[in-house]
């Protein structure tokens, strides 16, 4: 475990998977965390109607259940709570998102926000997402300084919706996490052993094998290597395929290696 920032010796951090058992004080922590970070920002009158027991019946129905879903403990009290996941507006599949962060307003700086949001980030790396997005509401001067602070700034993006009667924007903030890819002997191998035993990696393989390949197929889909590979039209074929349903960054790879062919 590690010690909050701060916080003395006798306050342990904890992070851990959110489960079902902690939406009642998910509830909690995001009707404070509303109420006070976005005082000024939403109408007052809807903040005022903010109750735990809405947010710990909304957190049932966010995917927040889901993997991905984190939450930060001092002792036994919840004091943060992360979601990431794969991007849910279908124009930027292919990239990570962090769904939501909030952290009770008394430990705000403490470093317990900073530790939960570390751990989803980490999550969306460990499955294969280089470029990670997120949402502030504009005017949140607060979550700009610490967005900025973990690596992401603003790339001009928007988003609009109504909370509280009134609309408001969201800017979207994005990070890549630069990623060193290489193949050898076994992707050589499998590449030129013809299209199933490509089509069975990019069905069964993980993360680092896929990309591997994928790396690998550049060599032989790249005009300037001269090289042919075995059962090249079946190959594209299941580049083509593999291209609808990829939601990491190996995504673009293979977009990248379509691009030979058209």
Same mark, same amino acid.
């Given at each position: 475990?590690?010690?909050?920032? &701060?916080?003395?010796?006798?306050?342990?951090?904890?992070?851990?998977?959110?489960?079902?058992?902690?939406?009642?004080?998910?509830?909690?922590?995001?009707?404070?965390?509303?109420?006070?970070?976005?005082?000024?920002?939403?109408?007052?009158?809807?903040?005022?109607?903010?109750?735990?027991?809405?947010?710990?019946?909304?957190?049932?129905?966010? &995917?927040?259940?889901?993997?991905?879903?984190?939450?930060?403990?001092?002792?036994?009290?919840?004091?943060?709570?992360?979601?990431?996941r794969a991007a849910?507006?279908?124009?930027?599949?292919?990239?990570?998102?962090?769904?939501?962060?909030?952290?009770?307003?008394?430990? %705000?700086?403490?470093?317990?926000?900073?530790?939960? $949001?570390?751990?989803?980030?980490? %999550?969306?790396?460990?499955? &294969?997402?280089?470029?990670?997005?997120?949402?502030?509401?504009?005017?949140?001067?607060r979550a700009e300084?610490?967005?900025?602070?973990?690596?992401? $700034?603003?790339?001009?993006?928007?988003?609009?919706?109504?909370?509280?009667?009134?609309?408001?924007?969201?800017?979207?903030?994005?990070?890549?996490?630069?990623?060193?890819?290489?193949?050898?002997?076994?992707?050589?191998?499998?590449?030129?052993?013809?299209?199933?035993?490509?089509?069975?990696?990019?069905?069964?393989?993980?993360?680092?094998?896929?990309?591997?390949?994928?790396?690998?197929?550049?060599?032989?889909?790249?005009?300037?290597?001269?090289?042919?590979?075995?059962?090249?039209?079946?190959?594209?074929?299941?580049?083509?395929?593999?291209?609808?349903?990829?939601?990491?960054?190996?995504? $673009?790879?293979?977009?990248?290696?379509?691009?030979?062919?058209?």
């Open positions: 475990m590690l010690n909050a920032c &701060g916080w003395g010796e006798e306050n342990e951090m904890e992070i851990r998977a959110m489960t079902k058992a902690d939406c009642n004080a998910i509830g909690e922590l995001y009707a404070a965390a509303w109420k006070a970070g976005y005082k000024g920002l939403l109408p007052q009158d809807f903040l005022d109607g903010i109750t735990s027991e809405k947010y710990a019946e909304r957190s049932r129905g966010l &995917g927040f259940l889901n993997e991905g879903s984190f939450v930060v403990l001092d002792g036994e009290r919840i004091v943060g709570h992360c979601h990431a849910n507006e279908p124009e930027w599949r292919g990239w990570g998102e962090i769904h939501t962060l909030y952290v009770h307003p008394e430990y %705000w700086r403490t470093g317990y926000g900073a530790a939960v $949001f570390k751990r989803a980030e980490e %999550w969306l790396y460990e499955r &294969g997402f280089d470029d990670v997005y997120l949402y502030v509401l504009e005017g949140n001067e300084r610490f967005y900025k602070a973990q690596g992401f $700034f603003p790339n001009g993006g928007t988003l609009c919706c109504e909370i509280g009667g009134v609309t408001v924007t969201d800017n979207r903030y994005t990070k890549y996490y630069p990623r060193h890819t290489e193949y050898g002997e076994t992707e050589i191998h499998i590449a030129e052993s013809g299209a199933a035993a490509i089509a069975e990696v990019l069905k069964n393989g993980g993360f680092k094998a896929r990309s591997s390949l994928l790396f690998c197929l550049d060599r032989y889909f790249d005009p300037y290597y001269g090289k042919t590979i075995p059962e090249r039209e079946r190959v594209v074929e299941i580049l083509r395929e593999y291209e609808k349903i990829a939601v990491d960054s190996t995504l $673009f790879a293979v977009r990248e290696l379509l691009e030979y062919v058209y």
